[in-house]
């Protein structure tokens, strides 16, 4: 069992907004810490999305934002297009030596 | 441009050991921490370990402590990650990354294309 809380799907028409949330199982996780966020397409590595809760990458278009309230966190994608149909995992600091790292279960998004 | 390259897949039986390379390239490969991360197939993403290149110190999540070994050719750019006494749960893609660091926080960018370890008798 993940660490870092996601739903396991979510889906959205062409054009239209979503959000995939990013909850800790402890509530202090994610209010205390950084979230990043990464999209990785079948058969691929993951790619970095968003870091440090709101930052993009260079490339990384700006449809794509991440915002952190309370112990949730989100990632927001606008104008949906057919090629953002993947998993997108958050990311988080494990605050301890056994889990340094840790991150979400995984969201689908399916673009309908 | 920064690029990660790891080793072919591998099938190994249950009890022994895989060794998996991972070769930077596009920047300075003791200037980043690597870290390991496994995903088995239609699963999510699970640290593994991490390794500083330039001091070669190293720490694993608590699950692979005992049989999780990594070290590095700073002269090859080059990091590697040895599981010993597999087991078909360890069966997935492993992946390396180069981390940023800062704090006590850590992203990934780039992902290395992932290597197969397939655990089987």
């Known amino acids: 069992q993940s660490v870092l809380t996601q739903p396991p799907s979510v889906s959205g028409a062409p054009g239209q907004r979503v959000t995939i949330s990013c909850t800790g199982s402890?509530?202090?996780?994610?209010?205390?810490?950084?979230v990043h966020w990464y999209q990785q397409f079948p058969g691929t590595a993951p790619k970095l999305l968003i870091y440090?809760?709101?930052n993009r990458p260079s490339g990384v278009p700006d449809r794509f934002s991440g915002s952190k309230s309370g112990t949730s966190a989100s990632l927001a994608i606008t104008g949906l297009q057919p090629e953002d149909e993947a998993d997108y995992y958050c990311?988080?600091?494990?605050?301890?030596?056994?889990?340094?790292?840790?991150f979400g279960g995984g969201t689908k998004l399916t673009v309908l | 441009q920064v690029q990660l390259v790891q080793s072919g897949a591998e099938v190994k039986k249950p009890g022994a050991s895989v060794k998996v390379s991972c070769k930077a390239s596009?920047?300075?490969?003791?200037?980043?921490?690597i870290y390991w991360v496994r995903q088995a197939t239609g699963q999510g993403l699970e640290w593994v370990g991490w390794?500083?290149?330039?001091?070669?110190?190293?720490a694993s999540a608590q699950n692979f402590q005992g049989r999780l070994t990594m070290t590095r050719s700073t002269s090859m750019g080059t990091a590697y990650m040895e599981l010993s006494s597999l087991r078909s749960e360890d069966t997935a893609v492993y992946y390396c990354?180069?981390?940023?660091?800062?704090?006590?926080?850590?992203?990934?960018?780039?992902w290395g294309q992932g290597t197969l370890v397939t655990v089987s008798s």
């Open positions: 990354a180069r981390s940023f660091d800062y704090g006590d926080y850590s992203y990934f960018d780039p």
């Open positions: 596009g920047y300075t490969f003791t200037s980043y921490h």
């Open positions: 390794m500083n290149p330039d001091s070669g110190y190293t």
């Open positions: 402890d509530s202090n996780i994610v209010a205390a810490y950084d």
């Open positions: 440090g809760n709101n």
């Open positions: 990311q988080s600091y494990g605050n301890s030596l056994s889990a340094h790292v840790v």
